[in-house]
T-cell receptor
Framework: NAGVTQTPKFQVLKTGQSMTLQCAQDMNHNSMYWYRQDPGMGLRLIYYSASEGTTDKGEVPNGYNVSRLNKREFSLRLESAAPSQTSVYFC?????????????FGPGTRLTVT | AQTVTQSQPEMSVQEAETVTLSCTYDTSESDYYLFWYKQPPSRQMILVIRQEAYKQQNATENRFSVNFQKAAKSFSLKISDSQLGDAAMYFCAYRSGNAGGTSYGKLTFGQGTILTVHP
């Protein structure tokens, strides 16, 4: 059982380049999330998808776009990368938005923007 | 908006001893959930323990237990019989249970506490 998978694991971009981070889950979960982790700040929510076909902004959405491709997949796109987007990105999924359900996290993507 | 504060950037403990990590939170909601996550050097986020706000009984999971003080908005994690494998960053997190609220379903994390375990 793979759980939540993310690709790539590492990426280096130049300022202004674009890229898409991929996330997939095989647990038949309805809700999916994208977080970023910066030193000393914990994880912050970028975007989330309560269910297939819906997406909503989280705490730090500027500079990002997302697509809930189907129930399994939730991608995060950086249209024009900036050094401030250097971070570790985590995808997560849960049965629903209800707090009683655990969020399962992927292994993370370390992104460096130079 | 809810906030979560972990006031201990780093803690250390001797193997087999007990350590307590602190967490406080701020919310005006009555329905919520609190979590402790562990992040070892591998970066994987692992759920350690969960507490429902409506439950008065403190949650326990083997060597891990919490001291949930709802009125004080405090949620500390106690690790008993510490093991070398417990060394990691620990995050406290809050999740709203208010289905009608804008924060519903979202995890709000504290800044984290790095735990070192000495042999």
């Amino acid at each position: 059982n793979a759980g939540v998978t993310q690709t790539p694991k590492f990426q280096v971009l130049k300022t202004g380049q674009s890229m898409t981070l991929q996330c997939a889950q095989d647990m038949n979960h309805n809700s999916m999330y994208w977080y970023r982790q910066d030193p000393g700040m914990g994880l912050r929510l970028i975007y989330y998808s309560a269910s297939e076909g819906t997406t909503d902004k989280g705490e730090v959405p500027n500079g990002y776009n997302v697509s809930r491709l189907n129930k399994r997949e939730f991608s995060l796109r950086l249209e024009s990368a900036a050094p401030s987007q250097t971070s570790v990105y985590f995808c997560a999924s849960s049965e629903s938005l209800s707090g009683g359900y655990e969020q399962y996290f992927g292994p993370g993507t370390r992104l460096t923007v130079t | 908006a809810q906030t979560v504060t972990q006031s201990q950037p780093e803690m250390s403990v001797q193997e087999a001893e007990t350590v307590t990590l602190s967490c406080t939170y701020d919310t005006s909601e009555s329905d919520y959930y609190l979590f402790w996550y562990k992040q070892p050097p591998s970066r994987q986020m692992i759920l350690v323990i969960r507490q429902e706000a409506y439950k008065q009984q403190n949650a326990t999971e083997n060597r891990f237990s919490v001291n949930f003080q709802k009125a004080a908005k405090s949620f500390s994690l106690k690790i008993s019989d510490s093991q070398l494998g417990d060394a990691a960053m620990y995050f406290c997190a809050y999740r709203s249970g208010n289905a009608g609220g804008t924060s519903y379903g979202k995890l709000t994390f504290g800044q984290g506490t790095i735990l070192t375990v000495h042999p």
